[in-house]
């Protein structure tokens, strides 16, 4: 079983950045897909990105390319996600997640979910 703990978000002005970091509490599969979804209030959880550890196999969300970064430590069992050029469309809460299948970008073939962060960006 693994349990994963989010950390990092806050308030942030439009065109900053932030790093969200998810520890999990035991050693993931390697060949298990590593995401972040995020959901703001009011609207249906949202794809932002995923990868495997090989690192054969990275998708981004269209909205996120070429500001957010997906990273992650193996032997510290966490994964990163460096957030640049925020918008305030980029205000929900963030959660990391772990699934079986390869690098899926549907929220239900996720198993383990974390608590969620706050990401709040202001104009």
């Known amino acids: 079983q693994v349990q994963l703990v989010e950390s990092g978000g806050g308030l942030v002005q439009a065109g900053g950045s932030l790093r969200l970091s998810c520890a999990a509490s035991?050693?993931?599969?390697?060949?298990?897909?590593m995401g972040w979804f995020r959901q703001a209030p009011g609207k249906e959880r949202e794809f932002v990105v995923a990868?495997?550890?090989?690192?054969?196999?990275?998708s981004y969300a269209d909205s996120v390319k070429g500001r957010f970064t997906i990273s992650g430590n193996n032997a510290k069992n966490t994964v990163y996600l460096q957030m640049n050029s925020l918008e305030p469309e980029d205000t929900a809460v963030y959660y990391c997640?772990?699934?079986?299948?390869?690098?899926?970008?549907?929220?239900?073939?996720?198993?383990?979910w974390g608590q969620g962060t706050q990401v709040t960006v202001s104009s």
């Open positions: 990868f495997n550890w090989s690192g054969s196999k990275i």
């Open positions: 997640a772990t699934s079986p299948h390869y690098v899926t970008t549907r929220a239900s073939d996720y198993n383990y």
């Open positions: 035991l050693r993931t599969f390697s060949s298990w897909t």
